[in-house]
């Protein structure tokens, strides 16, 4: 009996390392390096949008189907409500948000990056600085964000009495 379940173990074992299919063009191609060099022209691209006022350059930074998710809000999706996140945000004084990547994790179905942000008005004063984790997704050959949320590093404000 043990010589039977020692024969199967070994046929076993036989059958998973002759297993070497070689790695498809596709899943070869995919490079995480390349990957963060997108993710770090298109953050500096996002940032200066709001200098001027280039929503159209904003949106195309996210997916078609992207949602962010703002503090304090309901999550925002598609093209037509970032769009006009962004133009809150104009309105409000932002004039530049510096993006500061601290990790990029993943793979060709999608990349993990978190970080840390620097929402700036005019002189580069900062107004709120805070920390986020996007998801991007290939779309149309480049990577875009696909879900964004983030939050304040702030106190939050002591409640009413």
């Given at each position: 009996m043990k010589l039977l379940l020692f024969a199967c173990a070994v046929t076993l074992l036989g059958f998973t390392a002759c297993n070497n299919e070689p790695k498809t063009a596709e899943a070869s191609s995919f490079s995480l390096d390349s990957v963060k060099a997108q993710i770090a022209a298109s953050n500096a691209v996002y940032g200066d949008c709001f200098a001027k006022n280039d929503?159209?350059?904003?949106?195309?930074?996210?997916?078609?189907?992207?949602?962010?998710?703002?503090?304090?809000?309901?999550?925002?999706?598609?093209?037509?409500?970032?769009?006009?996140?962004?133009?809150?945000?104009?309105?409000?004084?932002?004039?530049?948000?510096?993006?500061?990547?601290?990790?990029?994790m993943g793979g060709k179905d999608g990349v993990i990056e978190t970080g840390s942000y620097d929402l700036q008005g005019d002189g580069g004063v900062s107004y709120e600085k805070g920390k986020f984790i996007v998801m991007w997704k290939e779309e149309g050959g480049k990577w875009k964000m696909h879900r964004d949320i983030w939050n304040s590093d702030a106190p939050a404000p002591a409640p009413a009495k």
């Open positions: 929503s159209a350059t904003f949106v195309s930074c996210y997916t078609s189907d992207a949602c962010i998710n703002p503090a304090a809000v309901p999550k925002i999706c598609g093209s037509a409500g970032i769009n006009a996140f962004f133009g809150g945000a104009v309105k409000m004084g932002i004039k530049k948000i510096i993006l500061t990547t601290g990790e990029v």
